[in-house]
């Protein structure tokens, strides 16, 4: 019986690594945690029978505190109460799937408690990859990537030597605006940015993907998942997402991994590695798809992808703003604040604003992003004036 924890069990990923333990009899969940979605959780804890749930809002935590007083489930609230399931003793995997960087300081101590990583929050490494993959590697902790394409790569480089890597080929739909000019973005809305033509995920990171800026981050996390420079890492896009990423070696020799979009693949492998469980779903059928195609990402309409690798090159503290200066700007678009461009101009000035640092601590860390938060609170105050 492997005994699983889910920080984000309410999310997209965490809902379908639910789905995948309701499948799965001897996966086990012993402790869930989520951001405020009460009626969410309680409909899970009366499901799954964790010991231990978690809600970052506090007021939230004592609300589902009283709701399942008539289970055996301990209901924990805020930053305490993640960092308590990241440590408990009877958990062996640990599943990150919690949206934003609160996500940091839980990873850190269940890799310090030995616990293995499936990692889907993107912000542990984008701002902290220098703490994390060290850690990672002292504590012998390993660190399962659960994002399409990072899980793809890390296939594709499996029984290999990495050494001999020559080329990240990171693969990217394009996003549902690929093909169009920038002139064409202004009067993008909130309803157009969300139709995905491929993939089924959460809000925020369907607004990523249509600005490219979800490419970067992985991009910034894959330069810490397999310690390959930014310069070998190369974003291809591929509208059928059907191949979800490839590895070059230096013999000129590609490995691809490929499957149908669906995240639960990914997350499956993750758990259960280095073993493959059936899992129910389409299949690629190779007549009925009978083509595949590449293009070149445009970065100059499209630029959370060229921000990232000007992120990466400024300095280890630089991603952080990008990351939080494009969570607060996509919030603002997702609320029909701002234009669809102008998450890009919030980004990009944040970015200017900031002096970059290496090596930054945690403390340094959340001391970037509220930096970058003001930042944009301030700008978007005097752009609606």
Same mark, same amino acid.
């Given at each position: ?11 997209? /990923? ?6 995948? *333990? ?37 007021? =939230? ?37 919690? *949206? ?8 850190? =101590? ?6 293995? /990583? ?7 490494? @984008? ?7 060290? +850690?990672?590697?002292?504590?012998? @902790? ?26 990240? +080929? ?15 973005? =202004? ?11 491929? &993939? ?12 490219? *800026?979800?490419? %970067? ?6 330069? &810490?998942?397999?310690? !390959? ?5 190369? !974003? ?28 639960? +693949?990914? /997350? ?46 400024? %300095? ?13 700007? @996509? ?20 970015? %200017? ?33």
């Amino acid at each position: 019986m492997k005994k699983t924890g889910i920080l984000g069990s309410t999310g997209s /990923i965490g809902t379908q690594t639910l789905e995948i *333990v309701r499948n799965n009899s001897d996966l086990q969940v012993t402790a869930l945690a989520a951001g405020s979605n009460v009626k969410k959780i309680e409909e899970q804890i009366r499901e799954f029978s964790p010991r231990l749930a978690v809600l970052f809002d506090e007021e =939230a935590a004592r609300e589902l505190r009283l709701r399942v007083a008539d289970t055996k489930t301990e209901v924990l609230g805020g930053m305490e109460g993640l960092l308590e399931i990241a440590v408990m003793e009877e958990m062996e995997v640990l599943v990150t799937a919690i *949206v934003g960087m609160i996500g940091i300081r839980p990873t850190i =101590a269940a890799i310090e408690a030995g616990k293995t /990583i499936a990692l889907a929050n993107k912000e542990t490494l @984008v701002t902290a990859g220098h703490i994390i993959m060290p +850690l990672a590697k002292k504590n012998n @902790v390993s660190i399962l990537p659960v994002d399409s394409e990072h899980s793809a790569i890390f296939q594709s480089m499996h029984g290999e030597n990495k050494s001999r890597v020559s080329k990240i +080929l990171l693969t990217a739909s394009g996003g549902p605006f690929r093909g169009r000019k920038k002139e064409e973005l =202004a009067d993008i809305t909130v309803e157009d940015a969300l139709k995905h033509p491929n &993939w089924s995920m959460g809000r925020k990171i369907t607004v990523d993907s249509s600005t490219l *800026v979800n490419k %970067g981050l992985e991009v910034i996390e894959a330069k &810490w998942l397999f310690d !390959v420079p930014p310069e070998k890492i190369q !974003v291809v896009v591929h509208p059928q997402s059907i191949i979800h990423s490839m590895v070059e070696y230096v013999d000129g020799g590609i490995m691809a991994q490929l499957g149908m979009p669906d995240m639960k +693949l990914p /997350i499956q492998y993750a758990l259960f590695y280095p073993d493959r469980r059936p899992m129910d779903g389409k299949r690629v059928d190779f007549f009925e798809l009978s083509s595949i195609t590449f293009e070149k990402p445009d970065m100059e309409t499209f630029k959370g992808l060229a921000l990232a690798y000007e992120a990466i090159k400024a %300095g280890e503290s630089m991603p952080t703003v990008y990351n939080a200066a494009n969570e607060r700007a @996509v919030a603002l678009f997702l609320d029909k604040k701002i234009r669809f461009p102008e998450i890009y101009e919030l980004i990009e000035g944040a970015m %200017g604003n900031h002096k970059a640092a290496d090596a930054p601590s945690v403390e340094e860390i959340l001391g970037a992003e509220a930096e970058a938060y003001e930042y944009i609170n301030i700008r978007y105050q005097k752009m609606h004036r």
